[in-house]
T-cell receptor, first 117, second 106 residues
Framework: DAGVIQSPRHEVTEMGQEVTLRCKPISGHNSLFWYRQTMMRGLELLIYFNNNVPIDDSGMPEDRFSAKMPNASFSTLKIQPSEPRDSAVYFC???????????????FGPGTRLLVL | DAKTTQPPSMDCAEGRAANLPCNHSTISGNEYVYWYRQIHSQGPQYIIH???NNETNEMASLIITEDRKSSTLILPHATLRDTAVYYCIVAGKSTFGDGTTLTVKP
């Protein structure tokens, strides 16, 4: 298996623009997580899905952020409009969870490095 | 969900065992302890997990105290490539703290 795939790997955009980050989880996994990592705040969980349904989005910073999982093999994290403070590395992870909310081993993608000017 | 506490940094000599502690005094009875590491600029990588018993795999050993309030990750023969940030988290919700930055020195 290729592991968790994220695209793009790097993104540079200007303030106010829409940014869409993409994630393909490991085939067969039923949970997907979006994280944001910055020097100041470390690794933060933004949202996680189980069986394509958002279970916990309490980490989503504000309405400018939205995440979707239209099917088991694809998820997007969208920022609209983007701001300089959104600059961070965004990681996607997937796992095979037997129960919603249960912790199973997470497999992380390589991340998307976002810079908002 | 239980919170974990780890020392911010540790050094280890190459070839020696690295022992990384983690406190999780509010852990619940059915919550697992997971360890991940993050090598510079890469995504976190799973190392090992356990519930009550000590565990060992090809990467490391995990020692969990009988009261489950703390655990220790052991890298038996640390190499320079083991230099990374090590995270201890408790199952239930993926709250990664600041972790321990392990520096393996020649």
């Amino acid at each position: 298996d290729a592991g968790v795939i994220q695209s793009p790997r790097h993104e540079v955009t200007e303030m106010g623009q829409e940014v869409t980050l993409r994630c393909k989880p490991i085939s067969g996994h039923n949970s997907l997580f979006w994280y944001r990592q910055t020097m100041m705040r470390g690794l933060e969980l933004l949202i996680y899905f189980n069986n394509n349904v958002p279970i916990d989005d309490s980490g989503m910073p504000e309405d400018r952020f939205s995440a979707k999982m239209p099917n088991a093999s694809f998820s997007t994290l969208k920022i609209q409009p983007s701001e300089p403070r959104d600059s961070a590395v965004y990681f996607c992870a997937s796992s095979l969870a037997l129960l919603a909310g249960a912790q199973e081993t997470q497999y992380f993608g390589p991340g998307t490095r976002l810079l908002v000017l | 969900d239980a919170k974990t506490t780890q020392p911010p940094s540790m050094d280890c000599a190459e070839g020696r065992a690295a022992n990384l502690p983690c406190n999780h005094s509010t852990i619940s009875g059915n919550e697992y302890v997971y360890w991940y590491r993050q090598i510079h600029s890469q995504g976190p990588q799973y190392i090992i997990h356990g519930l009550k018993n000590n565990e060992t795999n090809e990467m490391a050993s995990l020692i969990i105290t009988e009261d489950r309030k703390s655990s220790t990750l052991i890298l038996p023969h640390a190499t320079l490539r083991d230099t990374a940030v090590y995270y201890c988290i408790v199952a239930g919700k993926s709250t990664f703290g600041d972790g321990t930055t392990l520096t393996v020195k020649p």
